[in-house]
């Protein structure tokens, strides 16, 4: 049995659904489905989650809108970040936050979910949505580093537990940082652009080289130019496919061997997008 776990940026749950992510979901359906942006109340979420429930159920994937499992976090600014996660797998524990990050800007954020397995196998599966960060601007670039290192020191923590035999580890989300030149279209013309700064970059480095996380998509991908994820709404950036490749699914490495596949679902054309990032679905063997 296979397991698909999507991540995807909606830019707000309640346009996404407007624009169609309902029609999105009854053709897809993963199994654990991580959200950044929700940018909604939580008694708004609540009513929007009954009704992803009732779209698992009508698509065949569970019987009982019930067994749709939602661990979400609100961010305490309104209108800002949100952070939700959706799981058809039973749910044996789940965490909100990062432990000392106290200030409203860095909540709604993280959750990470212990989930079963069909084969009894428990895996972390954490959403993710780190801050954008901003050119010129001091105090975005300190919230986004702040939030970085205590980030890393999870991602650190749950990399000894699976590397001592304990649960293999996904952290799934918009991380606001391209990698490499082949994460976007126009690298040259971005070298001082926040979200491809040498420090920010410097935070994957370590992720995959000292810590032996494995960036699944590129692995699966090999030294492609892109995919991209997201797109500017400015200009003709979609169209021209002018895109960055900020959202991943960061894996540790035996989790990372059973990946058998990737997708980026990007619409077929501008007005067909119900958010101006694509979903990233990736399916593991485990």
Same mark, same amino acid.
């Given at each position: 049995? !296979?397991?698909?776990?999507?991540? %995807?940026?909606?830019?707000?749950?309640?346009?996404?659904?407007?624009?169609?992510?309902? &029609?999105?979901?009854?053709? #897809?359906?993963?199994?654990?489905?991580?959200?950044?942006?929700?940018?909604?109340? &939580?008694?708004?979420?609540?009513?929007?989650?009954?009704?992803?429930?009732?779209?698992?159920?009508?698509?065949?994937?569970?019987?009982?809108?019930?067994?749709?499992?939602?661990?979400?976090?609100?961010?305490?600014?309104?209108?800002?970040?949100?952070?939700?996660?959706?799981?058809?797998?039973?749910?044996?524990?789940?965490?909100?936050?990062?432990?000392?990050?106290?200030?409203?800007?860095?909540?709604?954020?993280?959750?990470? !979910?212990?989930?079963? !397995?069909?084969?009894?196998? !428990? $895996?972390?599966?954490?959403?993710?949505?780190? #801050?954008?960060?901003?050119?010129?601007?001091?105090?975005?670039?300190? &919230?986004?580093?702040?939030?970085?290192?205590?980030?890393?020191?999870?991602?650190?923590?749950?990399?000894?537990?699976?590397? %001592?035999?304990?649960?293999?580890?996904?952290?799934?989300?918009?991380?606001?940082?391209?990698?490499?030149?082949?994460?976007?279209?126009?690298?040259?013309?971005?070298?001082?652009?926040?979200?491809?700064?040498?420090?920010?970059?410097?935070?994957?480095?370590?992720?995959?080289?000292?810590?032996?996380?494995?960036?699944?998509?590129?692995?699966?991908?090999?030294?492609? &130019?892109?995919?991209?994820?997201?797109? %500017?709404?400015?200009?003709?950036?979609?169209?021209?496919?002018?895109?960055?490749?900020?959202?991943?699914?960061?894996?540790?490495?035996? $989790?990372?061997?059973?990946?058998?596949?990737?997708?980026?679902?990007?619409?077929?054309?501008?007005?067909?997008?119900?958010?101006?990032?694509?979903?990233? %679905?990736?399916?593991?063997?485990?």
């Amino acid at each position: 049995m !296979t397991m698909t776990i999507t991540t %995807s940026n909606l830019n707000g749950i309640r346009a996404a659904k407007r624009k169609g992510m309902d &029609q999105w979901l009854l053709g #897809h359906t993963p199994d654990v489905w991580c959200m950044q942006e929700t940018r909604a109340p &939580q008694e708004i979420l609540d009513e929007i989650f009954r009704q992803i429930g009732d779209d698992y159920v009508q698509a065949g994937k569970v019987q009982d809108p019930a067994d749709v499992h939602v661990i979400d976090d609100v961010c305490r600014i309104k209108g800002r970040a949100g952070v939700g996660l959706v799981s058809v797998l039973p749910v044996e524990d789940a965490r909100i936050g990062l432990p000392g990050l106290d200030e409203d800007v860095d909540t709604g954020r993280w959750v990470e !979910t212990d989930v079963r !397995t069909e084969q009894g196998y !428990t $895996l972390t599966v954490a959403c993710v949505y780190v #801050h954008a960060g901003g050119d010129g601007d001091d105090i975005k670039e300190v &919230q986004k580093y702040r939030f970085l290192d205590a980030m890393t020191a999870r991602m650190e923590q749950m990399r000894r537990e699976a590397a %001592s035999g304990g649960r293999q580890a996904v952290i799934c989300g918009d991380f606001n940082i391209a990698h490499k030149p082949i994460d976007l279209k126009n690298a040259k013309a971005n070298l001082k652009t926040h979200g491809f700064l040498p420090a920010e970059r410097a935070y994957i480095d370590k992720w995959l080289d000292e810590m032996e996380y494995v960036d699944v998509m590129r692995d699966l991908a090999g030294d492609i &130019q892109g995919p991209y994820t997201w797109w %500017s709404q400015r200009g003709r950036a979609f169209d021209n496919d002018a895109g960055w490749r900020i959202d991943y699914q960061f894996a540790t490495p035996e $989790l990372a061997q059973t990946a058998r596949g990737f997708i980026v679902d990007r619409a077929e054309g501008w007005d067909k997008r119900w958010s101006d990032h694509a979903p990233l %679905s990736i399916t593991y063997d485990v």
